[in-house]
C-alpha cells in the first residue's frame, strides 16, 4: 500500500486524471504539488479548486525545483515522458507512477478487468459494463473512458467489479496493477508522434499482462499478427476470440457467434439481431462476450445486453440520410486502421466520399490503399497531416481535394454525392491540430451536415 497521509506528492498535468488525482491525495492528507505547463480556461478553473483545497500550483511551466521535495510523482497519461523536465526528475530518483496505479493500491476491490488495444476500447468497455448491468452485477466503468480510476475508488467495495479502459500511455508507468482479466483488441500503427517505434508501443501495450499469473486471465485477439507476437510472454490463462473456428474462447462463424469452452459448445448471438455492424464491432462484442462469461455472467444476459446496445456517438454514427446520400460520423477514427474498418463496414463499390485528416501522428497511410480501391469515389483531406496522406495515397488515381475546415468539407461532399453514396467522416488522425477533441469536431461535423437540410 502506498503511504500518502502527509506525504509530498506530485501531479504533472491537470486535465481529468491530475485533477481527480489531486482532490483525492487531498481529500486523505496529503501535501499536494501540481505542475501544468498549460494555461486555459479550464486549467485555471480546475486550480482555484484545488488550491482552495490546500495544493501548491504551478501552471505555464514546468520547474523541476518545484517538486523538489517530493517523494513520488503522479504522470497524467497525456504527458510525454520525452519532456527534458521528466528526464530531470527520472535523474534524481523520483518515483513516478500514474493514476491507474494509484487507484490500484486503494482500491477494494482486486475485480477489476482492463481492456486496451488500438482500436475499439471504448466500446468494449461500455459493453461489458451493459452486460453487467443487465446481470445486475455491482460494477464501476472508469479509466480512458472519462471517469478516472481514482475518481471512482469511493464507489468501489469489496463486491464491485471494476470495468476499465486502459491506454498505452497510462500502463507506461504502472507498478502492481494487476487485472484479474486482461483483454488486448488489438495492435497496429498507432501514437508514432510518442512512440519511436513499432516496439516501443508494443511494449507498452503489453504491461497490462506484466502482473497476471496463472490465477487471472488473458483474453486475445487470436487473429492479430502483433498480438501473436508477444503471447509467450502471457502467463495468465489465455482465452481467444477469432473470426475462425479455434479450440477455445470466442468465434464467428456463418453470421453467428459461437462460445467454445470446456465442455460448453453453445450459440452465443446472431449477428443479423445487432443494432450495430463492421467487422470491428462484432470483434468488439466477441471480447466483450468472452470477458462476461469469464466473469460468470449467463449467456442469454450476454446475449439480450448485447442486441440491445446502440453503439457510441462518434464510432460510424448515421447523423441523416439528404437527397439518398447517407452521412456518417467516425470521428472517434483516429488511426488508420478504424479507417479501414468502417470503409469493410459499408456496403458497396465506388460509393464512399471520404473525408480524412487531422494532426499527424506519423502513420503509414499508405497501407490503406487496397482497402480504398473500389470503395472510394473521392477523398476530401483537411487538417495538419493533408499533405502526406495526399502523398501516400495518390498512386490509388482516387480524386482528392483539400479543404480548409469541415464546412468546406460537407459542402463538398453533398456536392459530389449522388443517391446510394455514404459520406463517410472517419479522419484517421488524432484531432488536436484544429479541436479539443475528437468528440468536438464529430460534433462540428454533425452540426454541419445537418445545417444542410
Not at 482555484?48 to 501552471?59: D, N, S, Y
Request: net charge positive.
Amino acid at each position: 500500500m502506498i503511504e500518502i497521509k502527509g506525504k509530498k506528492i506530485g501531479i504533472i498535468g491537470l486535465g481529468i486524471s491530475g485533477f481527480d488525482t489531486g482532490v483525492f491525495l487531498l481529500e486523505n492528507g496529503a501535501k499536494v504539488y501540481v505542475s501544468d505547463i498549460n494555461i486555459n480556461q479550464e486549467i485555471e478553473e480546475k486550480s482555484v479548486i484545488l488550491r482552495e483545497k490546500g495544493a501548491e500550483i504551478e501552471i505555464g511551466k514546468h520547474s523541476p525545483e518545484f517538486f523538489k521535495d517530493v517523494e513520488f510523482i503522479v504522470i497524467s497519461p497525456g504527458v510525454d515522458e520525452r519532456y527534458d523536465f521528466i528526464n530531470c526528475l527520472k535523474e534524481r530518483n523520483i518515483p513516478i507512477i500514474s493514476e491507474i496505479e494509484l487507484a490500484y493500491n486503494f482500491s477494494k476491490s482486486k475485480k477489476i478487468i482492463a481492456i486496451t488495444g488500438t482500436n475499439g476500447k471504448t466500446t468494449t468497455t461500455t459493453l461489458v459494463g451493459e452486460v453487467f448491468k443487465k446481470a445486475n452485477y455491482s460494477s464501476v466503468v472508469c479509466g480512458n473512458i472519462g471517469n478516472t480510476f481514482i475518481g471512482e475508488i469511493k464507489n468501489i467495495d469489496e463486491k464491485t467489479w471494476v470495468i476499465i479502459e486502459v491506454s498505452s500511455f497510462q500502463l507506461e508507468k504502472i507498478i502492481n496493477f494487476r487485472p484479474y482479466i486482461s483483454c488486448l483488441l488489438n495492435i497496429d500503427y498507432d501514437h508514432f508522434d510518442r512512440y519511436s517505434n513499432m516496439e516501443q508501443y508494443i511494449k507498452a501495450k503489453k504491461r497490462i499482462f506484466i502482473n497476471q499469473t496463472n490465477e487471472d486471465y488473458s483474453v486475445l485477439n487470436f487473429d492479430d499478427y502483433y498480438t501473436k507476437k508477444i503471447m509467450k510472454e502471457i502467463k495468465s490463462k489465455k482465452t481467444f476470440f477469432s473470426f475462425s473456428k479455434i479450440f477455445k474462447g470466442i468465434y464467428y462463424e456463418n453470421g453467428s457467434i459461437y462460445l467454445k469452452f470446456n465442455n460448453k459448445n453453445l450459440k452465443i448471438l446472431e449477428t443479423k439481431n445487432l443494432k450495430i455492424s463492421g467487422k470491428g464491432n462484432i470483434a468488439n462484442i466477441m471480447a466483450c462476450s468472452l470477458i462476461s462469461f469469464l466473469s460468470g455472467v449467463e449467456p442469454e444476459i450476454i446475449k439480450i445486453a448485447i442486441e440491445n446496445f446502440e453503439g457510441l456517438p462518434h464510432r460510424m454514427e448515421k447523423i441523416t440520410e439528404i437527397d439518398g446520400i447517407t452521412f456518417i460520423n467516425d470521428s472517434k477514427s483516429t488511426n488508420p486502421l478504424s479507417v479501414k474498418n468502417s470503409i469493410l463496414s459499408l456496403d458497396g463499390k465506388n460509393n464512399i466520399i471520404l473525408i480524412l485528416g487531422g494532426k499527424d501522428k506519423g502513420f503509414p497511410y499508405y497501407q490503406l490503399t487496397k482497402y480504398l480501391k473500389n470503395k472510394v469515389k473521392f477523398i476530401i483531406l483537411f487538417g495538419e497531416a493533408k499533405e502526406r496522406i495526399k502523398k501516400e495515397l495518390k498512386s490509388l488515381k482516387i480524386p482528392i481535394e483539400y479543404v480548409e475546415n469541415l464546412k468546406e468539407a460537407v459542402i463538398l461532399s453533398k456536392k459530389i454525392g449522388k443517391k446510394g453514396d455514404y459520406v463517410l467522416f472517419s479522419p484517421g488522425c488524432s484531432s488536436f491540430d484544429m479541436f479539443k477533441n475528437y468528440k468536438e469536431r464529430g460534433d462540428v461535423f454533425k452540426k454541419e451536415v445537418l445545417s444542410l437540410h
